[in-house]
């Protein structure tokens, strides 16, 4: 699989990869999601897109360097995970060692599976690396939920969420369900029931996001001919309220509410 033939996360992937491309890569990223989605996966596909021979920015699943990362044997990339219960002061010492060695290629590479359980010693002494990266060197730090990472840690990283869009019940009809009963000024008790019928959970929630930002950023690339029906500063808006809507799950806000809030004040 290459960055951008995954399946879902595609925006993020693409963002990744055009970054890649433009040599704009930062030496630090957290990508955040849920137990049930595999962040290891992506982050070894964000890995064969920097390193890729054949395809920079993407990953060819064929060269030796994306050969080496798929089987784990890549020399310049440090993987540590949590030793028991959490990820260990020695631990980052010895990937802060690693890290200063010369890279066999062109950069070093670090993923810390289970970021979020790094203790806060550890956490600081982390913050070390990151503010003085080695050049070239880009760490992704894994994690559930960084509200346990430091803000000096995440005020140094890029953070992007990764949804387990196939696991939820929401998909893009149904988001187009609610997206029509919102034009048709159904009102919120009707839309209330189609929420019902398909947001079980917080995924659900972030997919309904996504399929709803997807429909409005399509009026404003104007690959969507309903774009005539709505004028631009009411797309904005909606956009922002979806984005806004995203930080509140995000933030745990029960995923019910946000939905319902951002429902009425679209709808509103
Ligand atoms: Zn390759």
């Given amino acids: ?25 930062l030496h630090a990223y957290i990508i955040e999601a849920d137990s049930c989605v595999d962040k290891l996966a992506f982050a070894l596909e964000f890995c064969k897109a920097l390193m890729c021979t054949e395809k920079i920015g993407d990953g ?20 540590v995970e949590a030793d028991g219960m959490s990820v260990k002061d020695d631990q980052i010492s010895k990937l802060q060692e690693d890290l200063k060695k010369k890279p066999m290629g062109s950069r070093n590479l670090a993923i810390i599976k289970d970021a979020d359980t790094t203790t806060v010693r550890a956490q600081n002494r982390l913050l070390k690396t990151l503010e ?14 960084r509200e346990n990472l430091l803000d000096t840690i995440k005020s140094r990283c890029v953070i992007y969420r990764l949804e387990d869009v196939e696991a939820g019940s929401f998909n893009q009809e149904s988001a187009e369900a609610v997206f029509s009963a919102l034009e048709e000024g159904k009102n919120f008790h009707e839309i209330k029931g ?24 399509g009026f404003l690339l104007g690959t969507d001919s309903r774009r005539k029906l709505h004028r631009k500063e009411e797309i904005i808006r909606c956009i922002e ?5 995203r930080r509140d799950l995000i933030a745990k806000v029960n995923y019910q509410y946000a939905v319902k809030n951002l429902v009425l004040k679209i709808g509103g």
């Fill in 132 to 145: 003085e990266p080695f050049p070239g060197t880009v760490i992704i730090l894994l994690s559930e939920n």
């Fill in 194 to 217: 189609i929420l019902s019928t398909y947001l079980k959970s917080r995924e659900d929630a972030f997919a309904l996001l996504d399929g709803l930002e997807r429909i409005y950023e």
């Fill in 241 to 245: 309220l979806i984005e806004e809507a």
């Fill in 1 to 25: 699989m290459a960055l951008t033939r995954l399946n879902s996360n595609k925006k993020i992937a693409e963002r990744i990869s055009s970054a890649i491309v433009a040599g704009n890569v």
């Fill in 60 to 79: 060819c699943d064929g060269c030796i360097n994306c050969r080496k990362i798929d089987h784990g044997n890549y020399e310049d990339l440090y993987v």
